[in-house]
C-alpha cells in the first residue's frame, strides 16, 4: 500500500528556512515522479514542483531560486528546501507521487504539512 | 503561464446533475484531470484524462472536453458528493507543467 507522510513544517519568520520531508512507503521514491503542492489557508490547490525519475526538476516561478528539491534513497525519502520564506508562503505542502494513471496525474497524496511565515 | 478558470460555486439539489467547467485556452492539447477535497482532507483524483476513472470512484463522475472548456459532470448527486473540487493541467513539453483552476465549491441543497 503506497503512503506518504510529509514533515518538517513550522512556525519561521519571514526571510527563514525549512526543509520538508516526505517519506514514501509501498513504491521506490526515486523511481517515481515526485510532485510538491501546496494550499494556502481558505485558499486553492497550488503546484509548486515536479521531480522526474532522472532527478530533473522543474519550479513555479513564485519558488524558483528559492527551493531545492532532493532526494535521500536509502530512506525512500522526498526532500524540499525553501529559503527567503515570505508571509505568503503560509500554507499547507503537499506531496504527492505523479504520473501514475497519467501524465501529470497527483495519484497519491500525503496528508500536508503546515507551514507559517509570521513574525 | 497558463491560466485555468472555474466558477466559484455550483449548487445542486440532491439527486440532480452537477456540471463543473473549467475552461482554458487550447485545453484539448492538455492533459487534463480533476480532483475532489472535503473538508479538512486532503485531495483524491477522480478523473483524469479528461474523463477516465481510478479505480474506487463511481460511475456517476464523468467528464468531457469542449471547446476551450472540460467539464466534470456528477449525476445523482449525493450529500457525500459536497466538496471543493479542482481541475488541474499537464503540459510535459513545459517548463511549469502543472496548474490547478481556482476550484469550486459543490454545495447540495
Known amino acids: 500500500e503506497v503512503h506518504l507522510v510529509e514533515s518538517g513544517g513550522g512556525l519561521v519568520q519571514p526571510g527563514g528556512s525549512l526543509r520538508l520531508s516526505c517519506a514514501a512507503s509501498?513504491?521506490?521514491?526515486?523511481?517515481?515522479?515526485m510532485s510538491w503542492v501546496r494550499q494556502a489557508p481558505g485558499k486553492g490547490l497550488e503546484w509548486v514542483s515536479v521531480?522526474?525519475?532522472?532527478?530533473?526538476?522543474y519550479y513555479a516561478d513564485f519558488v524558483k531560486g528559492r527551493i531545492t528539491v532532493s532526494r535521500d534513497t536509502s530512506k525512500n525519502t522526498l526532500f524540499f528546501q525553501i529559503s527567503s520564506l515570505r508571509l505568503d508562503d503560509t500554507a499547507i505542502y503537499y506531496c504527492?507521487?505523479?504520473?501514475?494513471?497519467?501524465?501529470?496525474?497527483?495519484?497519491?497524496w500525503g496528508q500536508g504539512t503546515p507551514v507559517t511565515v509570521s513574525s | 503561464s497558463y491560466v485555468v478558470t472555474q466558477p466559484p460555486s455550483v449548487s445542486v439539489a440532491p439527486g440532480q446533475t452537477a456540471r463543473i467547467t473549467c475552461g482554458g485556452k487550447?485545453?484539448?492539447?492538455?492533459?487534463v484531470h480533476w480532483y475532489q477535497q472535503k473538508t479538512g482532507q486532503g485531495p483524491v483524483l477522480v478523473l483524469y484524462?479528461?474523463?477516465d476513472r481510478p479505480s474506487g470512484i463511481p460511475e456517476r463522475f464523468s467528464g468531457s472536453t469542449s471547446g476551450d472548456t472540460a467539464t466534470l459532470t456528477i449525476t445523482r448527486v449525493e450529500a457525500g458528493d459536497e466538496a471543493e473540487y479542482y481541475c488541474?493541467?499537464?503540459?510535459?513539453?513545459?517548463?511549469?507543467?502543472?496548474?490547478f483552476g481556482g476550484g469550486t465549491q459543490l454545495t447540495v441543497l
Open positions: 504527492a507521487r505523479t504520473g501514475i494513471s497519467a501524465p501529470g496525474t497527483f495519484d497519491d
Open positions: 484524462d479528461v474523463s
Open positions: 521531480t522526474y525519475s532522472n532527478g530533473k526538476t
Open positions: 509501498g513504491f521506490i521514491v526515486s523511481d517515481n515522479y
Open positions: 488541474q493541467m499537464w503540459n510535459s513539453h513545459s517548463d511549469h507543467p502543472g496548474v
Open positions: 487550447n485545453i484539448g492539447t492538455q492533459n
